[in-house]
């Protein structure tokens, strides 16, 4: 067990609709990172917040966005979902940058 | 910009036998590396990392790595296999005093040992 925990583990859902993925770093590391994985496009940077503060983002689409909240959860939006969008959903955590990232158990979204 | 090359999609072992997945990376300056484990349905697991020392980093499970300065290399090894190990394997890098801590990942090599 990570430490790091996701909600929910699965969903489903239509093309079209919004949903939001939850996830809690473990206890004391303020840097939580958001990752997609998906058979064709691999393990997919999506975006990194510390502290608060978004840090760096990577390909993450318009319709995704993400927020980390004061007691250090954070939460990843999408919205207009398209059928594309089906993958695994992977949050990370690390202590500092020197540290390795710990990652959650993920949540499989799946649009139909 | 920082990259990472998996030049293996699967690598077969037989159960016993020594095991090696390939990692090559690609930073303008110095590299932290490290190598996870993704078995089905599960999150990625940290095995080992090289931010600096010693060239052979040992980590969980009997695994080892050699980071290689001259061939931009951080091969994942150990010296007997067993079924347990078959997994999915990334190797990731980043770039010391990048100012960011984003992690570049490879596209996994499938371990398959067989007993």
């Known amino acids: 067990d990570s430490g790091v925990t996701q909600t929910p583990k699965h969903l489903i859902t239509a093309t079209g609709q919004r949903v939001t993925l939850r996830c809690s770093p473990r206890?004391?590391?303020?840097?939580v990172y958001w990752y997609q994985q998906s058979l064709d496009q691999g393990l997919q940077f999506l975006i990194q917040y510390y502290n608060g503060e978004e840090r760096a983002k990577g390909n993450i689409l318009e319709r995704f966005s993400a927020q980390q909240f004061p007691d250090l959860h954070s939460e990843l939006n999408l919205s207009s979902l398209e059928l594309g969008d089906s993958a695994l959903y992977f949050c990370?955590?690390?202590?500092?940058?020197?540290?390795?990232?710990?990652f959650g158990p993920g949540t499989r979204l799946t649009v139909l | 910009a920082q990259s990472v090359a998996q030049p293996e999609d699967q690598v077969n072992v037989a159960e016993g036998n020594p095991l090696t997945v390939k990692c090559t990376y690609s930073?303008?300056?110095?590299?932290?590396l490290f190598w996870y484990v993704q078995y089905p349905n599960r999150g990625l697991q940290f095995l080992l990392k090289y931010i600096t020392g010693d060239n052979l980093v040992k980590g969980s499970y009997g695994f080892e790595a050699e980071f290689n300065k001259s061939q931009t290399s951080f091969h994942l090894k150990k010296p007997s296999a067993l079924v347990s190990d078959s997994a999915l394997y990334f190797c990731a890098v980043r770039e010391m005093n990048s100012g960011y801590s984003t992690l570049t990942f490879g596209k996994g090599t499938m371990l398959l040992v067989s007993p």
């Open positions: 206890s004391g590391d303020l840097s």
């Open positions: 930073v303008s300056g110095n590299p932290y």
């Open positions: 990370a955590s690390s202590g500092s940058s020197y540290n390795e990232q710990f």
